[in-house]
């Protein structure tokens, strides 16, 4: 996870929650913190301004939740510093890529992603996979107002079941997403709020008879 233009003194608070979850986190900044508890969050100060990307490797526990406070403005500290997400195998020696890691290297059981990103107003990219866990990506990038998303073609989301308001205000998310598997979705509510750029055909999408349609593309103008 990458964030850019840190002040000195910022504090970033990664919203990782759980039950007996240890990892190990390189923050970027030549800081390493090994086997630490983080069932409650991944806190950790910048000394000095810059761009950092910290990689955390889930060593043991169970991650039950990686999503935004919805009812706070930031969701959670640091977000609006976050320009991309992506995954990587951790050793002792080197960091490499793994675009095809489906978990994040959160675990098996994470079923939240709600609010994650929500205003994240510099983030333009994630993993080209999500947990097949997760259920829930409502608000996911709500305010990602430059988030492009070009690997979210590819991700599987026969297990989600909310997607309300899920790329409500992301201004310029035009990504190819026509072949999500979203036959277990209950709602759509405001999806595509403001999302102004989106030109996507969805005919593909399988849609339940009861699902929440409402509000799905209402563009309101910019003031």
């Known amino acids: 996870m990458t964030f850019k233009d840190l002040s000195s003194g910022f504090d970033v608070s990664i919203p990782i929650?759980?039950?007996?979850?240890?990892?190990?986190?390189?923050?970027?900044?030549?800081?390493?913190?090994?086997?630490?508890?983080?069932?409650?969050?991944?806190?950790?100060?910048?000394?000095?301004?810059?761009?950092?990307?910290?990689?955390?490797?889930?060593?043991?526990?169970?991650?039950?939740?990686?999503?935004?406070?919805?009812?706070?403005?930031?969701?959670?500290?640091?977000?609006?510093?976050?320009?991309?997400?992506?995954?990587?195998?951790?050793?002792?020696?080197?960091?490499?890529?793994?675009?095809?890691?489906?978990?994040?290297?959160?675990?098996?059981?994470?079923?939240?992603f709600q609010g994650l990103f929500k205003g994240a107003v510099q983030l333009v990219d994630v993993p080209l996979n999500i947990p097949t866990s997760v259920t829930d990506t409502s608000y996911m990038f709500d305010g990602a107002e430059i988030f492009v998303g070009r690997r979210l073609g590819t991700w599987n989301t026969h297990g989600v079941t909310d997607m309300k308001y899920m790329f409500r205000n992301a201004k310029i998310f035009n990504t190819k997403i026509i072949w999500w598997d979203t036959k277990n979705v209950n709602s759509f509510q405001g999806i595509f709020y403001n999302a102004y750029a989106i030109n996507q055909e969805l005919k593909y999408w399988p849609i339940k008879l009861n699902a929440d349609l409402s509000d799905m593309f209402v563009w309101n103008p910019e003031p």
Request: no cysteine.
């Open 17 to 112: 929650i759980g039950t007996n979850v240890i990892a190990d986190i390189r923050w970027g900044d030549g800081i390493l913190s090994n086997n630490i508890d983080i069932s409650s969050g991944a806190n950790h100060t910048y000394s000095s301004s810059g761009t950092y990307t910290a990689n955390i490797n889930i060593l043991s526990g169970d991650v039950t939740s990686f999503k935004g406070d919805i009812n706070n403005t930031p969701v959670w500290t640091g977000v609006d510093k976050v320009t991309s997400v992506d995954v990587y195998n951790i050793d002792e020696e080197y960091l490499s890529p793994n675009k095809n890691k489906t978990n994040w290297n959160l675990g098996p059981n994470i079923p939240s």
